[in-house]
């Protein structure tokens, strides 16, 4: 079982990085799946949301596609947000049950993305880039995700960025939510799994493999569809079970 964990852990960080993300939730199912103990599923998740996440930013950004007036607006309430919403305690179950509908949530992401396309941007206005920045703030630092599987469809469909703008944006919006998150789970004491660094080098080079996967000739969209199943699958177990 330990083998196949870490076998997922790499899928998981190559797919999401190949598309700007960290991949928390992704890494949260897989540890809802493995019945790994609550009380380190968060800091697990946010710790190689950092490193994947940052991986991802120094592809975009080489290739051109990071604009930080796009992400800049963002950053400003979601870091506050996601620290603040870090230290709150949930209850488990309603943590589980808010957990199981963000990973919907990103299954639906992932299936409905690849079929948006949006070369025509316009600019992003502060007020709303500011509420929404506190929202997805919040519930990434409250769940531990970074955020993106929500912020980048949205940048998207209100034309405020191309894809892989979105991505980009996406990217460090993520690395800056997560650090966030992290350095506030840290403060209430929570403990890392022993495992920890094996996981983080399992995932560096799933992020590196997924941000230059274009190289190798992968078709990355039908390992997509595994990894939906694999989310609704935690999804399922979060809510349900």
């Known amino acids: 079982m330990e083998y196949l964990f870490l076998l997922s852990l790499f899928f998981v960080a190559f797919l999401y990085s190949s598309v ?13 799946l493995f019945s790994f103990l609550p009380e380190t599923i968060k800091s697990t998740a946010l710790i190689l949301n950092i490193f994947v996440s940052a991986i991802a930013l120094i592809s975009f950004y080489r290739g051109g596609f990071f604009k930080w007036k796009i992400a800049f607006p963002f950053l400003i309430t979601s870091i506050p947000f996601a620290f603040m919403a870090s230290v709150i305690t949930i209850e488990p179950y309603t943590y589980k049950i808010i957990l199981g509908v963000f990973l919907i949530i990103a299954v639906g992401r992932m299936l409905l993305m690849p079929k948006l396309t949006n070369e025509t941007t316009r600019i992003v206005p502060i007020i709303p880039a500011l509420l929404i920045g506190a929202v997805l703030g919040f519930f990434s630092g409250m769940i531990g995700i970074g955020g993106g599987i929500i912020l980048s469809p949205l940048l998207i ?34 403990l890392l799994n022993s495992n920890i660094v094996l996981w983080i080098i399992i995932a560096v080079i799933g992020g590196f493999a997924g941000s230059y996967s274009g190289t190798f000739k992968i078709a990355s969209d039908k390992l997509k569809y595994i990894l939906a199943l694999v989310l609704l699958m935690a999804s399922f177990k979060l809510i349900i079970i």
């Open 157 to 190: 469909l209100l034309s405020w960025a191309s894809l892989k703008e979105a991505a980009a944006a996406s990217a460090i919006f993520i690395f800056f939510n997560s650090l966030a998150g992290l350095f506030g789970v840290l403060k209430t004491g929570v």
């Open 20 to 32: 700007g993300h960290g991949g928390a939730s992704g890494y949260l199912a897989l540890m809802a």
